[in-house]
């Protein structure tokens, strides 16, 4: 009976020690979030009011309302909702076929280009920020631009185009850490189902979509919803690539100033900033909650965490 009951108190004991520490963990992460939504739901005759806490004395949305119009909000919102999209689907298919041939194919240099793959990963991209823009700038491939026009190249700026043959060459936004993830899933894979697709008369592109992508549905959710949220949030390639489309990052980023001339107030511009950040967190909270589930399953499976 003793031992049955120790047993009892330290299961009790532990679960709720999970539990405060869950409990405690989420407060951390969600605090900031639920402090700027208070914030950008008080009035005018809250600004001052030093004895609120977490709910307004007098709750509006006239904040959310204002900034709706001076971030032009449901234009830049289409627009990196198109872009993020974009390149969450040309990513994927990119990165899985680079996985795969770092997984599964074995030929000479393997390593070496492995290595540069996970090079790109701690290399911060404003080290090549500048050869980047040019390349883009005047977009050359192999020089043809300029031996049928006699031109240096042409712009893609202020285009997706950029975002799209980045995305296509899988050499954009965090993709490597994309491959590594495909590469890592795929090894996992048992040998066996490539035989059988061998032994059928399949060849290696062939048993890539047929019989090994379909067997990947947990790298590929985990790598989508990875690179949608990385590009929704991305203001270094976007400013760098787009001069007047409005995305939600770079009118974030613009707005403290709109709003400075628009009231000299300090604590009034303050409120309405954290009512622009809101703005821009909603739809990614909506997104999660419905792709939660096979997020979590996606990232258990595929071996990122442990």
Same mark, same amino acid.
């Given at each position: 009976?003793?031992? @049955?009951?120790?047993?009892? %108190?330290?299961?009790?004991?532990?679960?709720?020690?999970?539990?405060?520490?869950?409990?405690?963990?989420?407060?951390?992460?969600?605090?900031?979030?639920?402090?700027?939504?208070?914030?950008?739901?008080?009035?005018?005759?809250?600004?001052?009011?030093? @004895?609120?806490?977490?709910?307004?004395?007098?709750?509006?949305?006239?904040?959310?309302?204002?900034?709706?119009?001076?971030?032009?909000?449901?234009?830049?919102? /289409?627009?990196?909702?198109?872009? *993020?999209?974009?390149?969450?689907?040309?990513? @994927?298919?990119?990165?899985?076929?680079?996985? +795969?041939?770092?997984?599964? /194919?074995? +030929?000479?240099?393997?390593?070496?280009?492995?290595?540069?793959? =996970?090079?790109? %990963?701690?290399?911060?991209?404003?080290? %090549?920020?500048?050869?980047? +823009?040019?390349?883009?700038?005047?977009?050359?491939?192999?020089?043809?631009?300029?031996?049928?026009?006699?031109?240096?190249? =042409?712009?893609?700026?202020?285009?997706?185009?950029?975002?799209?043959?980045?995305?296509?060459?899988?050499?954009?936004?965090?993709?490597?850490?994309?491959?590594?993830?495909?590469?890592?899933?795929?090894?996992? /894979?048992?040998?066996?189902?490539?035989?059988?697709?061998?032994?059928?008369?399949?060849?290696?592109?062939?048993?890539?979509?047929?019989?090994?992508?379909?067997?990947?549905?947990?790298?590929?959710?985990?790598?989508?919803?990875?690179?949608?949220?990385?590009?929704?949030?991305?203001?270094?390639? =976007?400013?760098?690539?787009?001069?007047?489309?409005?995305?939600?990052?770079?009118?974030?980023?613009?707005?403290?100033?709109?709003?400075?001339?628009? *009231?000299?107030?300090?604590?009034?511009?303050?409120?309405?900033?954290?009512?622009? @950040?809101?703005?821009?967190?909603?739809?990614?909270?909506?997104?999660?909650?419905?792709?939660?589930?096979?997020?979590?399953?996606?990232?258990?499976? *595929?071996?990122?965490?442990?």
């Amino acid at each position: 009976m003793l031992v @049955t009951a120790a047993g009892k %108190i330290k299961a009790w004991s532990w679960a709720l020690f999970r539990t405060v520490l869950v409990m405690g963990i989420g407060y951390v992460i969600l605090y900031p979030i639920l402090l700027k939504i208070s914030l950008a739901l008080r009035g005018k005759e809250d600004i001052y009011d030093q @004895t609120i806490i977490w709910f307004p004395k007098h709750a509006t949305l006239d904040n959310l309302v204002f900034v709706l119009d001076k971030m032009n909000y449901m234009d830049a919102l /289409l627009n990196t909702i198109g872009i *993020s999209a974009m390149a969450a689907v040309l990513q @994927t298919a990119s990165c899985a076929l680079a996985g +795969y041939g770092f997984a599964r /194919l074995k +030929y000479p240099g393997q390593g070496l280009l492995f290595m540069l793959v =996970v090079f790109t %990963i701690i290399v911060p991209p404003q080290t %090549i920020m500048i050869p980047t +823009y040019m390349h883009f700038r005047y977009f050359d491939p192999l020089g043809l631009v300029e031996l049928f026009t006699g031109r240096p190249g =042409v712009s893609l700026l202020d285009t997706h185009w950029p975002f799209v043959l980045s995305s296509i060459t899988a050499t954009g936004l965090k993709n490597g850490l994309y491959i590594y993830i495909f590469k890592q899933f795929f090894r996992s /894979l048992p040998g066996e189902l490539e035989e059988a697709a061998l032994v059928d008369g399949a060849g290696i592109f062939k048993t890539f979509y047929r019989v090994m992508l379909p067997n990947a549905m947990p790298a590929i959710i985990t790598v989508v919803l990875f690179s949608f949220v990385w590009q929704y949030n991305d203001s270094f390639y =976007v400013s760098m690539y787009l001069t007047d489309t409005k995305v939600l990052s770079m009118q974030l980023a613009s707005l403290p100033g709109l709003l400075a001339a628009d *009231s000299p107030e300090y604590m009034l511009t303050s409120i309405r900033l954290n009512a622009g @950040t809101v703005l821009v967190i909603i739809p990614l909270m909506i997104f999660y909650l419905f792709l939660q589930k096979h997020f979590v399953e996606g990232v258990e499976r *595929s071996g990122i965490v442990g």
